[in-house]
């Protein structure tokens, strides 16, 4: 197995990489979050009028949240592993 060319992340470099802001990652990619933004809604919207009021529902629309903010994330990711 080849060795990584990368070097060596320190205790602080994985600390930064994992708990990135948006102001101190990649410039944002304003029609990306739009985009995956105004999908997220669409289902979301989907998922209501489709779904009985249930905890289903409510884990379905969690999970949404969960999709949204982490595709938003890797927008503004930054590093090799990002």
């Known amino acids: 197995m080849a060795e990584s060319t990368f070097p060596t992340p320190t205790v602080g470099d994985r600390a930064r990489a994992r708990f990135f802001t948006a102001a101190s990652g990649q410039p944002p990619q304003r029609g990306g979050v739009a985009a995956i933004n105004a ?3 669409a289902l ?3 998922i209501e009028r489709h779904t009985p009021k249930s905890r289903n ?3 379905a629309l ?3 949240e969960d ?3 982490r595709a938003d994330r890797s927008i503004f990711a930054t590093g090799p592993t990002a």
């Open 39 to 41: 999908a997220v809604v």
């Open 62 to 64: 969690t999970a949404l």
């Open 44 to 46: 979301a919207v989907e």
């Open 57 to 59: 529902q409510s884990l």
């Open 67 to 69: 999709v949204s903010m």
